[in-house]
């Protein structure tokens, strides 16, 4: 979601005797401030747009908190009146940081913004609102501390900011999973939910990033918290892209000489995105052929417009210690070796898990 008005960020200046005092910083947020949100969130009192703005209320309090920010956004909900960017009232779909008023609206109604958003239960919804919030601060932290990776360049782009953003959301994402307030299935439904939200058309003013993009700036956000090899309850970080646990063994786990986990893995889906393109060509070529000059220009500007879509993914690993190689479930693919695992995940395991062969 963007800053709602892109402008060049303002450093602030030192202070000098006769203006006022800048705030005293806030007290530094803590894992048990964490886990106490994480309680909140599954509080069933009250009306759901209650329990919402108390959460995300009690959660910008904790960003602040987090940043250490020298000052602290107004939240806004539906119907707030709103004072910056050319916004008097706030209104669904409104998510936006406004950098002039430092005004944070928070409007957005998941249900009827993300599809995938529909079926899922109200605390679930809440935290894709928490990884909203978060990103949003991003933006006003961004001004604040800078862009991180993302402050390079030539000149400021929306892509850079959005970027930017979502890299800080992969930090603070991190420091929940690391506090202990947020589970590694909690963490992949939500990133999945928020990286189905971006714009990924080239031509948008507010181009987000392609999923691709957004995930690996959450993901290095992610990774400044996270070390392979941690333990985040009975889950491991095994790279960047993926987690896994162990699951129970039977019979036939020692007689195949074969481990199994479950895992959590970012995979880049593109078949419906060369089927889009493919599509749009052919029509393509025959408007430019029977139609109008402006038919072809048309259908010209909506090439290779069709989205890869990025999503972590629950599956089954199964590693074969005896021969090193390992099968992913439901991946189109057999038993392959070790090393062509594109994740790198199975080497991980098998280096980790697999028992070490005494010398012939």
């Known amino acids: 979601m963007p800053a709602c008005a892109l402008m060049p960020t303002v450093l602030a200046q030192p202070w000098a005797p006769g203006q006022e005092p800048p705030p005293p910083p806030p007290k530094p947020a803590d894992p048990a401030q964490a886990r106490a949100l994480d309680t909140l969130r599954k509080d069933t009192q009250g009306s759901a747009n209650d329990r919402r703005r108390s959460y995300l209320r009690a959660a910008h309090d904790l960003l602040h908190r987090y940043w250490a920010s020298r000052e602290q956004p107004k939240l806004l909900f539906e119907g707030d009146k709103a004072e910056g960017c050319g916004v008097t009232r706030v209104e669904h779909p409104m998510a936006f940081y406004c950098p002039p008023s430092k005004e944070l609206a928070m409007a957005l109604n998941l249900r009827r913004s993300v599809k995938s958003a529909r079926g899922k239960t109200d605390n679930e919804l809440l935290l894709l609102d928490l990884a909203v919030l978060a990103h949003e601060w991003g933006h006003h932290v961004n001004r604040e501390l800078g862009r991180g990776p993302y402050g390079g360049g ?37 990133a999945n939910l928020l990286f189905e939200m971006g714009d990924y058309e080239r031509i948008s003013l507010q181009h987000h990033g392609y999923p691709k993009d957004r995930f690996e700036a959450l993901t290095r956000g992610l990774a400044s918290q996270l070390k392979v090899g941690q333990r985040l309850g009975d889950w491991t970080v095994d790279t960047q892209e993926a987690f896994s646990r162990p699951l129970p063994a039977d019979p036939l786990d020692q007689q195949l000489g074969r481990r199994r986990y479950q895992v959590q893995r970012f995979e880049i889906d593109r078949s419906q995105q060369i089927a889009t393109n493919v599509l749009g060509g052919l029509l393509g070529a025959a408007s430019c052929v029977w139609g ?30 005896s021969s090193g190689s390992f099968d992913v479930n439901e991946d189109d693919f057999g038993v392959q070796p070790l090393r062509r695992d594109g994740k790198g995940q199975a080497a991980v395991l098998a280096a980790r898990d697999c028992p070490v062969r005494p010398p012939s």
């Open 154 to 190: 030539l000149g400021l782009t929306v892509k850079q900011e959005e970027l930017a953003a979502d890299w800080r959301t992969g930090v603070f994402l991190g420091w929940l999973l690391t506090s202990g307030a947020l589970g590694v299935e909690e963490f992949a439904q939500t």
């Open 292 to 321: 109008s000059q402006q038919q072809c220009l048309g259908m010209a500007m909506e090439q290779g417009k069709g989205r890869a879509h990025g999503s972590y993914t629950r599956r089954e690993l199964t590693l074969f210690c």
